[in-house]
């Protein structure tokens, strides 16, 4: 089999045909009878057998025309030489044979040359030019332009020579009249001019074509070559990938790496029956999703989440690019889980926003959630409470800091326990702490904080054999219509902690009665003398 060239190389050899319609390549050309031996051989095959059977057969002829006075012995070797040639021409050219462009090559040449030659010698034997020599000779010119496959410049050269040869053989061998070598150097030039024409035309298209078609069989070889690398690649490649019809969204091909993301216990019996649809783990990210790649041709990468076939939930980066396939309109999605890193993520962001003590708020968290809470509040009221322990910084140096957060940790939970589930408790510094209350009013607010404080004071804190008693200063503070964040508000709940403080610490104190017109009233109103501020007695120890 010859191997195909590549796609530069059939070009280029496309263009190395030379004026006779062959190539100039002597290994082109080789490659060219190989190749086209299934289209060559039967006509050669055809011209030398019937070929040399008509021409002895041109025995009879003789015979009938010069009678017993004929050199028959000359005449008869003459044509049995044509007929060995071209049987020799058929058996090389037989069903079956091997490709050998070589000697088809010579003995198609040969054949020609001794048909011509013995045309010539049996016009010299009969003496003259008759009638059915004329169209012997136009026959014979016609099947060897017309029919012979022509595999050798020599081939197309041999027959003007010939003609010429015929003309001067006619006007000094046989002393022919002037009208009848006029006559046959027309009919015979004729038939050259147009044959040699037809034979280069054909010799050529025959050749073109013969590239065009090795250059179509590269292409197709190359693209089924890419086909098959890019499967696979595609089959190979760590990265998950899907391809999916558009737009309904049929699953064509997964992936060795999708499957084990998103069928990873192999549920689906056929993967080409699933739907793209099914693996979003909402409607609305799906939705999202149709709609971009309905306005991008590409589409990502983004962060969403996906639920495999065991309905686990996990976060993929997600990539989509619209392309054909198979004629058909499909989209190429690339997925890279994330779900550990949205898990570290997620773990960052808590520990950026948590007090690793208390695993309370801490400050940053502690601000922007307050943020969230006022805008969510408005405009129902939000009241805020500073708390600071009383007297740490004593038990710190009593008792060394590890008590210290012992204790830290204990009054934390204490408060926690008496607050609502959606308000929020914070440590914004050493021994402070901030509570965000929303929805209370001034009294509520108050009652609360009271509460608070009675949890811490009424417990002692129990800790490596001691007991500590403690307490906390509370100031209460409103979030009122000009502010337009918490700060103000938690600044004046901290001047209020601070007053508790200076009261004697262990009792509440409400922001400035004359920060808000008409408050004591509310207080009174919504609260009895029991629950009013008060302080506690001094603390022991």
Known sequence: MVALPSADAADTAAHRIDRHGLFQSAEQEDAFVGAQWAELAPRAHTIGLWGGLCFSAGFAADYVTLGAAAPWPALLLTRLLVLGVGLRLAWITRSGAAPDARRLRLWLLVFQFVTLLGLRLVVQLHGHVSPYQVIAAVFSCMVLYGYAPVLRPMQLWMLPAWLV??????????????????????????????????????????????????????????????????????????????????????????????????????????????????????????????????????????????????????????????????????????????????????????????????????????????????????????????????????????????????????????????????????????????????????????????????????????????????????????????????DGALARADEAMYRAKQAGRNCVELQGRSARPGLEGELDAGIGPASRIRRASALAG
């Open 165 to 486: 040869l015929s003309l001067l053989q006619m006007r000094f061998a046989l002393d022919a009249p002037i009208s009848q070598i006029a006559l046959f150097a027309i009919l015979l030039g004729f038939v050259n001019v147009i044959g040699w024409n037809l034979a280069v035309h054909a010799a050529r298209s025959q050749r073109n074509a013969w590239m065009d078609r090795r250059r179509m069989h590269w292409e197709i070889a190359e693209r089924i070559t890419a086909e098959q690398n890019l499967r696979h690649l595609f089959e190979a490649s760590p990265v998950p990938l899907v391809l999916a019809s558009q737009p309904h969204g049929q699953i064509l091909h997964m992936n060795q790496a999708a499957l084990g993301l998103l069928d990873p216990q192999r549920m689906l019996a056929d993967p080409a029956l699933a739907m793209a649809g099914d693996f979003y783990a909402d409607a609305q990210t799906r939705d999202m999703l149709a709609q971009a790649l309905g306005h991008h041709q590409a589409f990502g990468p983004v962060d969403l989440r996906m639920r495999d076939t065991s309905q686990r939930v996990v976060d993929v980066m997600l990539s989509a690019r619209k392309l054909r396939y198979n004629g058909r309109r499909a989209v190429l999605v690339s997925l890279v889980e994330i779900t550990h890193r949205k898990r570290q993520e997620h773990e960052l962001r808590r520990m950026a926003h948590t007090d690793p003590l208390t695993a309370l708020h801490n400050r940053r968290g502690f601000f922007v959630r307050a943020d969230h809470a006022r805008r969510q509040c408005a405009p129902a009221p939000l009241a805020l409470l500073a708390l600071d322990v009383d007297l740490f910084k004593a038990i710190n140096d009593n008792h060394g800091h590890a008590v210290g957060d012992i204790v830290l940790q204990q009054i934390a939970g204490r408060m926690a326990a008496v607050l609502r589930e959606q308000d929020l408790l914070a440590r914004i510094g050493g021994e402070e702490f901030a509570a965000l209350l929303p929805g209370l009013s001034g009294a509520e607010a108050l009652e609360t904080a009271e509460r608070v404080r009675r949890a811490v004071c009424d417990h002692a804190v129990r800790c490596q054999g001691l007991r500590l008693q403690t307490s906390v200063s509370v100031g209460v503070a409103l979030l009122e219509a000009g502010d337009d964040d918490i």
